[in-house]
Every structure is written in C-alpha cells, then in structure tokens.
C-alpha cells in the first residue's frame, strides 16, 4: 500500500504562482513513477506532469514552461511548482503513484480568480 497526501492548494490571482506537494508513504520502494493530474468541473481528469524514478520528466502542452515537477527523495515528496498561473489551470490537483497498482491522494484545489 501507499498513501499520498497533497497540500499547497488555495485561491491566487492569475498570473500568480502556487508550490503542491505530494508526501507518500507506506511502500515507498515500489513506486516507478509519480504523477500529478487535474479535473476541472465538467471534465475528465487529465495529466499535468510526470516523472519518473530515473528523474525522466513529462508535461502536458497547456503547462510547459510555467509548471515544474520536481521530488525530494530524503522527503518522499513530490512538488508541483506552478507559475504564471491563468484561470483555467482551476481545478482539483491530485496526486497519483505508479507502482503494481496505481495509488491516488484526495486532491487539492487550486483556483486561480481575481
């Protein structure tokens, strides 16, 4: 098993910027890649930024250039750095560990409104 929790969401201004992060625990070691992923309402739950245990980073073309995925391996974190934020990254961030199986946090909302 491994459980993820997600923090760093909240309300900022377009054109703002917001750090997530994404703490696991529980079987640590099994873990290839983590991921995070956003659902807007009305929406289907789509990728944001990946990476992988080797470092190998991927991101969604609507983020490139102002999110960063990054991880602290002494921490078991994984951060999500977004900036120049504009009002459709709006949503529900969630977390999400590739092992055997596929493990999800509860989410974070991230709403960007003037």
């Known amino acids: 098993q491994v459980q993820l929790v997600e923090s760093g969401g909240g309300l900022v201004q377009p054109g703002g910027s917001l750090r997530l992060s994404c703490a696991a625990s529980?079987?640590?070691?099994?873990?290839?890649?983590m991921g995070w992923y956003r659902q807007a309402p009305g929406k289907q739950r789509e990728l944001v930024a990946g990476?992988?245990?080797?470092?190998?980073?991927n991101y969604a073309d609507s983020v490139k250039g102002r999110f960063t995925i990054s991880r602290d391996n002494a921490k078991n974190t994984v951060y999500l750095q977004m900036n120049s934020l504009k009002p459709e990254d709006t949503a529900v961030y969630y977390c999400?560990?590739?092992?055997?199986?596929?493990?999800w946090g509860r989410g974070t909302q991230v709403t960007v409104s003037s």
């Open positions: 999400k560990a590739e092992a055997v199986y596929d493990y």
């Open positions: 529980g079987r640590i070691f099994s873990i290839n890649a």
């Open positions: 990476i992988t245990r080797g470092g190998i980073t």
